[in-house]
Structure formats: structure tokens, C-alpha cells
């Protein structure tokens, strides 16, 4: 059973950094990209980062500079460092796999909220 568990949100003044922790169960991760996502209250879901399965990683013009994704395949798990957070980076954040037919499974998204 595929399972993803995302971790790490919460509240931070502006300026601040969050690490956010997205634990995968059920498949070969070492082989799969994964992705960041985040949705705002009344916005679409927006790709964050994007990392390969050799570690390559590409983001969103919005927090180039500011995020860093990673991963470890020894624990499953996809990171993302956030510093320099902006009240615009407040949104649910999820992680997703990216490989056929398993990008349909989400876990329960993590808050993330920044305080002006």
C-alpha cells in the first residue's frame, strides 16, 4: 500500500525557516522523482520543487534562492529546507510522487503558515 507522510509545518514569523519531511512507504522510492506542492485558501495547487531520482532538483521561480529540496533514499524521505519564508508561502504543502500511475497518491499535506 502506497502511503505518503508529510511533517514539519507549522507556525513562523517572516524571515523564519521550516523543514518539512515527506516519509514514503509502498514503492522502490531510490527510482522515483518526487515533487512539492503547495495550495493556498482559494488558489490552484502550485509545483514547488521537483528533485530526480539522482538528486537533481529544479524549483519554482517563486522560492529559487530560498527552498531546497532533498532526499535520503536510505530513510524514504523527501525534504524541503524553506528559509526566508514570505506570508505568501502560507499554504498546505504536499508531497507526490513522479512516476506513472503512482501520482495520483497524496498524503494529508502539512500546514505551513508565516506571519507578517
Known amino acids: 500500500q502506497v502511503q505518503l507522510v508529510e511533517s514539519g509545518g507549522g507556525l513562523v514569523q517572516a524571515g523564519g525557516s521550516l523543514r518539512l519531511s515527506c516519509v514514503v512507504s509502498g514503492i522502490t522510492f531510490s527510482i522515483t522523482s518526487m515533487r512539492w506542492y503547495r495550495q493556498a485558501p482559494g488558489k490552484q495547487r502550485e509545483l514547488v520543487a521537483h528533485i530526480t531520482s539522482g538528486g537533481n532538483a529544479d524549483y519554482a521561480d517563486s522560492v529559487k534562492g530560498r527552498f531546497t529540496i532533498s532526499r535520503d533514499n536510505a530513510k524514504n524521505a523527501v525534504y524541503l529546507q524553506m528559509n526566508s519564508l514570505k506570508p505568501e508561502d502560507t499554504a498546505v504543502y504536499s508531497c507526490?510522487?513522479?512516476?506513472?500511475?503512482?501520482?495520483?497518491?497524496w498524503g494529508q499535506g502539512t500546514q505551513v503558515t508565516v506571519s507578517s
Open positions: 507526490n510522487i513522479d512516476w506513472p500511475g503512482l501520482s495520483n497518491y
